[in-house]
């Protein structure tokens, strides 16, 4: 076992001594006696519209991503885990929403990936303290012992806030603030990469990355994420990634 790993091992016993999982409903904030859902109550995860299906399934020939994989669907109470996790400064939410993804991934029967946040501008990163994607790509990783790369993609500029915004008018916007880390390439030459993400709304963000990823020599780019809101709604909701 190198120092790496045991440092890693560490700050994850750390994490489970200082923020025990699954106590504190993630959604209602509630005090949980038992769930089946991880860190989610009974109660609010009957309420969640779980979806595992690719809502974009129709028009997968504008994207440059092969496959998305989603938990669930954009809705009041995933909005309220997804918002607690990234403006209420839980990182800690990242171990149950990991498990949650892990098995979502387990589902696809798919092996031998590179799992692969989206990136986030430094600036935004160090007001918020962590990249929620990084956090739950690695956790991810810890369960299912599938690579995580933290660093193929970086994002050089903050972009403007854009929310009510259409998908052509935010790929417009995003399409040269992501650009490829040097040295990429010979980490995902004729790999399947896994981006991760923790809300999916247009598609843009991630279509820009696989366009990216496939370009530096990806053989397959694949999305996973907590909640997906359908291109088709993106009009009405507001935009978590901007949060
Ligand atoms: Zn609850």
Not at 6 to 19: C, E, H, T
Not at 199 to 217: F, M, N
Not at 222 to 236: E, K, N, Q
Request: glycine share 8%.
């Amino acid at each position: 076992m190198n120092t790496a790993m045991r440092s890693s091992d560490a700050s994850s016993f750390m994490m489970d001594l200082v923020f025990p999982p699954d106590i504190y409903c993630l959604c209602c904030g509630d005090a949980m006696e038992g769930s089946r859902v991880h860190g989610i109550c009974d109660g609010c995860a009957q309420k969640i519209d779980w979806y595992t299906e690719n809502p974009y399934r129709r028009d997968m020939d504008i994207f440059a991503f092969d496959d998305l994989w989603p938990c669930c669907r954009y809705g009041f109470y995933p909005r309220r885990i997804i918002a607690g996790f990234k403006l209420g400064a839980r990182p800690y939410a990242s171990r149950p929403l990991g498990r949650l993804m892990a098995e979502r991934l387990a589902m696809t029967g798919e092996k031998d990936l590179i799992l692969a946040p989206v990136p986030m501008h430094l600036e935004k990163q160090r007001k918020r303290g962590f990249n929620q994607s990084h956090l739950l790509a690695k956790e991810i990783s810890r369960i299912s012992g599938e690579a995580f790369e933290g660093g193929l993609l970086e994002k050089t500029r903050k972009t403007a806030s854009m929310r009510m915004s259409s998908g052509s008018v935010r790929r417009m916007l995003l399409d040269d603030s992501i650009v490829l880390a040097e040295g990429a390439s010979q980490k995902i030459l004729g790999r399947h990469v896994v981006l991760v993400d923790d809300v999916v709304t247009t598609g843009t963000t991630a279509d820009s990355c696989a366009r990216l990823l496939k370009q530096a020599g990806a053989s397959r780019v694949s999305v996973l994420c907590f909640v997906v809101s359908p291109i088709y709604t993106a009009m009405d909701t507001q935009e978590e990634n901007d949060v």
